[in-house]
């Protein structure tokens, strides 16, 4: 097997070790057994295990931030009124979040836990600064646009482990539900505010 290829089978047995498991039970060992890759190329690959959790949160927080500015666009299309464009924007994501479980819930483990703040903060916020960018032009010129991206980030990422976790349905009307709450929130912030806002 290539370095390239190891590299992300070990990635990928660490997502899903923790999302199964969680960060305590995701030892070297267990890893390995998931991955059936001998121990000692995690040490080769990645020098620790704190580097191979960081570089598996890196891998979906990438794929996160492709994803949304993958349909950033929507967002442009004047035709629609802003509501619209938002709830659309909105259930691209939202469907990303509730089609990949073991994504979900390593990302959501990770991102709560010590070892981002130690390790992937800083990088995690200069991913998202292409959004930011985008999103900029959206809302008024005192809105905080990192922290409320943040913030809704952070509230669909809740949801998502609901319903992954059964606790709540994974129908359209949830995701309305969600949307709603989400917009409601944060439509305050917009720069426009047309008739679907009253």
């Known amino acids: 097997m290539k370095q390239d290829d190891l590299r992300q089978a070990l990635i990928d047995g660490t997502i899903h070790v923790i999302a199964q498991n969680g960060l305590e039970k995701a030892t070297t060992k267990a890893i390995s057994k998931a991955t059936g890759i001998n121990e000692v190329y995690i040490y080769r690959l990645f ?13 979906l927080d990438i794929q996160l931030i492709d994803k949304a500015l993958l349909h950033i666009d929507i967002m442009y299309i004047g035709e629609m009124d802003y ?4 709830r659309i924007y909105f259930l691209a994501i939202w469907r990303f979040l509730v089609g990949n479980r073991d994504e979900i819930f390593m990302y959501v483990r990770y991102y709560y836990s010590p070892y981002f703040k130690k390790y992937s903060a800083e ?4 991913r998202f600064v292409p959004l930011v960018d985008k999103f900029r032009d ?6 905080a646009v990192w922290l409320i991206l943040n913030h809704i980030l ?14 709540m349905p994974k129908e359209d009307n949830y995701s309305e539900h969600v949307f709603r709450v989400i917009y409601q929130s944060v439509k305050q912030y917009f720069r426009k505010n ?3 806002d009253s």
């Open 47 to 59: 020098e620790n295990k704190e580097m191979l959790f960081e570089k598996a949160f890196e891998y």
């Open 83 to 86: 509501e619209t464009r938002c």
């Open 154 to 167: 952070n509230v669909m990422l809740d949801f998502a482990i609901m319903v992954h976790n059964d606790e």
């Open 123 to 126: 990088t995690h916020k200069q």
């Open 138 to 143: 959206a809302f008024k010129d005192e809105a």
């Open 194 to 196: 047309d008739n679907s």
